[in-house]
């Protein structure tokens, strides 16, 4: 699927300083830009209420299966302009997006370097989310190294205090790790059942999201399947699991092991993208194969990411998000094309 550097190979590294990135957002609260207009009637929060775990489904407060589907940030160290209030507007009033990832790195320039910052900046793109009636899924972006418990302090801190802090939404998602690799699931399912508790003290119900291994793929990156994570599922409810996947190279193999796991196991596509791992190649024949298996199955998927790097990945050609104009077409990279059609409809 993709090495462990690959996130930072995408990304434009020192362009955009933590400090621009956090005064900006600043700025434009202080100017009103980011005044959150009040949750429309309709809205997704307003239409499934608080979501829940049923069987092998994400499922409404009533109990009916559905399907959220959405964009993830890039890591908010970067891109700061391509996360405004009128960038969300597209996404919400426009795209017709259902859910935001928000993609806080733990290390690579991000949570590491200033813990209240970066829980300051989650929480705001939190209620900016909430303003506008979608769920918001809350990503402890870990890449290296690749046992999550090498930053296990400076998560449950993390997720503490926005836990604390929003408990009483009911629209909030916690993704507890990224893509834990080269360790066997057994860590990772102590990794969770250690965050889990300090979520669920704070916010009993809402939805916990456990990374798979190999990157979230189930082992498939590293040789093996999902079999593992099967027979010894975490021990706590309303949790389900993650999968990651590039089209351009996870072919049809990948797209059965999904379509096994999802049968046993509830399954949220918590990041993917047209092109392969690398943010390069755009294959959107593939991508479209794995749109209708997730249909099919109604399995919820954010797609990597809001940007507009020279990438295919990024969904706004370069310079847009400087523009501050997010709505339409226009603006957007062939991926964004595709991307947004399909969360539309």
């Known amino acids: 699927m993709r090495s462990p550097t690959s996130h930072s ?3 434009v590294r020192g362009s955009l ?56 940030t890039h890591g908010t160290q970067w891109y700061p302009k391509c996360l405004t209030g009128a960038a969300l507007d597209a996404l919400a009033y426009d795209w017709k997006a259902s ?83 080269h360790v066997p699931w057994t860590t990772i399912r102590r990794y969770a059942e250690r965050v889990i508790p300090v979520i669920r003290s704070r916010d009993p119900d809402s939805v916990i999201l456990v990374p798979t291994p190999a990157w979230a793929t189930f082992g498939l990156a590293l040789g093996s399947d999902e079999q593992e994570v099967i027979a010894d599922p ?5 949790v389900m699991y993650t999968f990651h996947f590039y089209a351009a190279v996870a072919r049809e193999k990948w797209m059965a092991s999904l379509d096994r796991a999802s049968s046993k196991l509830p399954v949220f596509v918590t990041e993917w993208g047209t092109p392969s791992w690398n943010g390069w190649g755009n294959d959107f024949a593939m991508a479209q194969k794995w749109v209708d298996l997730m249909a099919k199955k109604k399995i919820s998927w954010t797609k990597w ?3 507009d790097s020279r990438r295919d990945l990024s969904v706004y050609k370069q310079g847009a998000c400087s523009a501050g104009k997010f709505a339409g077409t226009r603006v957007l990279k062939p991926a964004g094309v595709w991307a947004r059609d399909r969360i539309r409809g």
Request: charged share 20%; glycine share 8%; net charge positive.
């Open 99 to 181: 859910v935001l990832r928000v993609s806080t790195y733990a290390r690579e320039g991000g949570y590491h370097k200033n813990p209240k910052k970066f829980t300051d900046l989650a929480s705001r793109l939190i209620d900016m989310a909430t303003a506008r009636g979608m769920y918001v899924i809350v990503d402890w972006h870990t890449i290296h190294p690749g046992d999550p418990h090498q930053d296990l302090g400076n998560a449950l801190t993390f997720f503490k205090q926005l836990a604390e802090k929003h408990k009483h939404k009911r629209n909030v998602i916690y993704e507890i790790a990224n893509e834990p690799h």
């Open 9 to 11: 190979r995408w990304v």
């Open 234 to 238: 975490v021990r706590a409810a309303n």
């Open 305 to 307: 990411s809001i940007s």
């Open 17 to 72: 300083a933590l400090a621009a990135t956090l005064g900006l957002l600043s700025a434009n609260t202080a100017h009103g830009q980011e005044n959150q207009p009040a949750a429309k009637a309709g809205t997704p929060v307003q239409q499934y209420g608080k979501i829940r775990v049923c069987g092998t489904q994400l499922c409404s407060q009533s109990g009916r299966p559905i399907q959220l589907r959405g964009m993830s």
